[in-house]
């Protein structure tokens, strides 16, 4: 059964870091790899989406990356901002009509 | 609208109540999809509509749970015999085609209460 692990579940940093947050997944054999960002009392929106041949995506200030073979995921946010802070979730299909599996996701605060 | 809409926002019942939750997809999306989220935990699948037929309701915790698309467009969620276990936020999302090849767009959620 996979199971989608996200550490750490919180996170405070200072407004204008760069930060890492990581995600990792216990069956390899996936078909892709999605982070959301959660707003509170929102729904969720997709933020970057990696096909399973792939390594990495970009989307402005965030860059997603993708070790299949190790089971791991990191989104890494550049020059972070308060309108940033938001959670963040993981989550991986096995193939392209199957559902996701959602980790727990990051809480993240950024410090004006 | 352009967006996935829910609704009512916010349910409050008692235990053992019936209650149904609605989502309206965005137009033309032929898959629609339910999850639950309990509190600091991500989205737990419930079930997957293609159309008008249930491609995927391996979710469903228990047979208190139901949902049905008759028309292929406006979904309901329907729980019998509610328990304070079953507080929890609804979401409900929608595509163009598969859950994983596809993006899918969220509601805002409907947030259910269990007294």
């Known amino acids: 059964k996979q199971e989608v692990t996200q550490i750490p579940a919180a996170l405070s940093v200072p407004e204008g870091e760069n930060l890492v947050l990581n995600c990792s997944f216990t069956?390899?054999?996936?078909?892709?790899l999605q982070w959301f960002r959660q707003d509170p009392g929102k729904g969720l929106t997709s933020l970057l989406l990696?096909?399973?041949?792939?390594r990495e995506q970009t989307s402005g200030r965030l860059n997603a990356s993708l070790d299949k073979s190790s089971g791991r995921s990191t989104l890494y946010i550049a020059a972070s901002q308060p309108g940033d802070s938001a959670t963040y979730l993981c989550?991986?299909?096995?193939?392209?009509?199957?559902?996701?599996?959602f980790g727990k996701g990051t809480r993240l605060h950024i410090l004006p | 609208g352009a967006g996935v809409s829910q609704t009512p926002s916010n349910k409050v019942t008692e235990k053992g109540k019936y209650v149904e939750l609605r989502c309206d997809p965005i137009?033309?999306?032929?898959?629609l999809y339910w999850y639950r989220q309990s509190l600091g935990q991500g989205p737990e699948f419930l079930i997957y509509?293609?159309?008008?037929?249930?491609?995927?309701d391996s979710g469903l915790p228990n047979d208190r749970f139901f949902a049905v698309r008759p028309e292929g467009s406006v979904s309901t969620l329907k729980i019998q015999r509610t328990e304070r276990g079953d507080s929890a936020v609804y979401l409900c999302?929608?595509?163009?085609?598969?859950?994983?090849?596809?993006?899918?767009?969220f509601g805002p959620g409907t947030r259910l209460t269990v007294l």
């Open positions: 999302a929608s595509s163009f085609g598969g859950p994983a090849y596809n993006e899918q767009f």
């Open positions: 069956d390899s054999a996936i078909y892709n």
């Open positions: 990696i096909q399973s041949s792939q």
């Open positions: 989550a991986v299909s096995r193939n392209r009509d199957d559902k996701i599996i």
């Open positions: 137009s033309g999306h032929t898959a």
């Open positions: 509509f293609q159309g008008t037929g249930a491609a995927d």
